[in-house]
């Protein structure tokens, strides 16, 4: 039957059958042929309402407004006035803004190569890095599982603790490294670490993101490892290749997408690096981005700040821009 | 790819562990010299990861006195009231029970939604289907930084503001789009038989999903809830942002990060390091016992 002939009454009930939980739909709708259908849209509708309202409200409106805003003087009340680019010229003449993209920057670029560099050189080690026994090309280390365990610690704590520990470690007076330097004789190494000195700082930071990292990489690329067919090894190990040569002309072109992925992943977690340098770096040594932005949020610049976290955004995604760019060669299928 | 990475890892060791006997190949004195660089690499690291883990606990035992004395000694007597200290006069005994609390109820809600959302996303053909997908995959690209500013507006607009509640609905609301993205995938690898069959004898949609597609998909949900649990427990920036008021109703990261700066003032280290092995070691024993599900669900993440 057309919808268009049906009384005012039943398309009552048919709207109303979409809105009520199944027990109570009307006689009429249920033995429509239609019922099915309503039945399903019903169901899609509820069960999707809950998760889209949540993320509508709390993920999607702020990131929207936050662009707006960056384009207004908002200090937080009631009224935010539209200045145009205002902001963003303030922020081209800000020092402290470049000094801080600069330490961004420089974790943006190195803390990748390093840590992956460490994660493939473990991820290879334990994957191929065995003695050779009969019938296999190549082998793992005896307690393959347990140094994955081991490195994959930092991973699940933390990154407040993280920083609390590394505090500690760094700590001129009752740390755990100079303690070691002064234990194994180079008391002239020991330095106050955090005490201000910027490049001192700026590597405190890079050590506490790649050690915090090292180990969900070498989990990560020796799972791809793992997937490489053993026969491509023993074809290898027939043509006469040796573990450098395996490593460069097998391993890493047929893991490389993980790569890639990886390094764009840990990319924006240099990029952020906010809460290691919040809590375990003094304010006068170093500043990242992030905690710019922070310290503006904080002095109710509010518009200023979301200026400074759109310029983020833009960074992180031309960052994965290059990347996939750089990054790209001709997928190997096996 | 999601079932690549649940694969892999058990088979990362397997195929090559099993079944030799230690017997040398053709290169045998090059390869033991690798062997033993490479050994010699693993245990350094090891020590690298571990090593300032066990400085902390260690150091727990310790009195503040022998600590700023010389940071690498041992215990001369274990100093259990440095337990006792951080649990009841620095709060973290407070602050665990503010993190389990607000982790009870944001893990219970991320999990129901993202499965509803998922389960409707894959397994139903609707208009918008496609862009209420990408609506979700889009939300992991961005970085949470940006949207501090209104975030905090919002929530006091909404009286959510440095409630538990408020947070609750924040970790909810950020942990949905990597959740609905893992889920959505998980669903469609599942068979659609089943679903059918449970509809023919009866079932309506909602008990379908209940009853028989959500155990169906136990292996996913497990991955992405241990994803979920310890990025929760973990969180450190929406607490700061949003439950930032008074002090008693911080959460644990958010809790030793405070101490940290106000022992420095207070003198009492081995509180400090007290706090952070109770905050360290029941995760890191969790893990140990279930570090095949903690690895495969947490580099799941990194290959969306």
């Given amino acids: 039957m057309r919808w268009r002939r049906l009384s005012l009454g039943e398309q009552l009930q048919f709207v109303a059958s979409v809105l009520v939980p199944p027990r109570f739909t009307p006689e009429r709708v249920r033995y429509d042929r239609r019922y099915r259908t309503i039945d399903k849209y019903r169901f899609v509708a509820w069960f999707l309402l809950l998760p889209l309202v949540f993320y509508a409200i709390f993920v999607i409106s702020p990131f929207l407004q936050a662009i707006w805003y960056s384009f207004t003087d908002w200090t937080g009340g009631a009224t935010a006035n539209f200045v145009g680019l205002d902001n963003y010229t303030k922020l081209w003449s800000d020092e402290k803004f470049w000094d801080s993209l600069v330490t961004s920057l420089t974790l943006l670029v190195i803390a990748p190569v390093v840590t992956l560099a460490l994660g493939i050189f473990f991820a290879y080690m334990i994957t191929a890095g065995g003695r050779h026994r009969r019938n296999q090309a190549i082998s793992g280390v005896v307690g393959s599982s347990f140094y994955k365990v081991v490195y994959f610690f930092p991973q699940v704590l933390s990154i407040a603790i993280i920083a609390v520990i590394w505090q500690r470690v760094f700590s001129s007076r009752s740390g755990l490294l100079n303690g070691v330097l002064g234990g194994v004789g180079l008391e002239g190494a020991e330095q106050s670490w955090l005490g201000g000195d910027y490049k001192l700082a700026l590597g405190a930071t890079l050590v506490v993101l790649s050690w915090s990292f090292v180990g969900f990489y070498v989990v990560l690329f020796s799972a791809a490892m793992g997937a490489i067919p053993n026969d491509i090894y023993e074809a290898a190990l027939l043509d006469g290749a040796g573990r450098a040569t395996t490593f460069f002309k097998v391993t890493l072109p047929l893991i490389w997408d993980t790569v890639r992925t990886g390094w764009i992943y840990m990319g924006i977690q240099a990029l952020d690096a906010f809460a290691v340098t919040l809590i375990m770096v003094p304010k006068h040594a170093l500043k990242v981005t992030p905690v710019y932005l922070y310290n503006k949020f904080q002095e109710g610049q509010l518009g200023y700040a979301t200026a400074i976290g759109v310029v983020l955004l833009v960074l992180s995604m031309v960052f994965s821009l290059l990347v996939m760019r750089v990054g790209r060669r001709e997928r190997i299928e096996y | 790819m999601s079932a690549q990475v649940q694969v892999a890892p058990d088979g990362a060791d397997s195929p090559r562990g099993a079944g030799s006997s230690g ?251 007290a706090g952070l092995t109770i905050a360290m070691v029941p995760v890191l024993v969790v893990y140990i016992v279930f570090q095949r599900q903690v690895q495969a669900g947490l580099t799941a993440g990194a290959l969306k």
């Fill in chain 2, 23 to 273: 017997v040398e190949g053709e290169r045998p004195a090059h390869g033991r010299v690798l062997n033993v660089f490479s050994h010699a690499f693993l245990v350094v690291w090891v020590v690298m990861a571990a090593g300032p883990l066990l400085w902390v606990v260690i150091t727990a035992f310790r009195s503040s006195g022998e600590i700023l004395g010389d940071p690498m000694g041992f215990p001369t007597s274990l100093q259990w009231e440095n337990f006792t200290n951080a649990w009841l006069d620095a709060n973290i005994g407070k602050y665990a029970l503010n993190s389990l609390i607000i982790l009870a109820g944001s893990l219970t809600g991320t999990m129901l939604l993202g499965a509803m959302a998922a389960y409707v996303i894959a397994r139903f053909t609707f208009p918008g289907n496609r862009a209420v997908f990408l609506l979700f995959a889009g939300g992991m690209m961005f970085p949470i930084i940006l949207a501090l500013v209104p975030l905090f507006t919002i929530m006091d607009n909404l009286s959510l503001l440095d409630t538990r509640p408020g947070l609750i609905v924040a970790y909810i609301a950020y942990s949905l789009p990597f959740t609905t993205f893992f889920l959505t995938s998980f669903f469609q690898t599942l068979p659609s038989g089943v679903q059918e069959a449970a509809q023919i004898d009866g079932a309506s949609h909602v008990r379908t999903f209940f009853q028989v597609m959500l155990p169906m998909a136990k292996p996913g949900l497990v991955s992405i809830g241990i994803f979920n649990f310890l990025g929760q427990w973990n969180q450190y920036l929406l607490p700061l942002l949003l439950n930032n008021e008074n002090e008693s109703s911080y959460v644990l990261p958010q809790g030793l990060a405070t101490l940290a700066i106000s022992q420095g003032y207070g003198g009492d280290w081995g509180a400090l390091f």
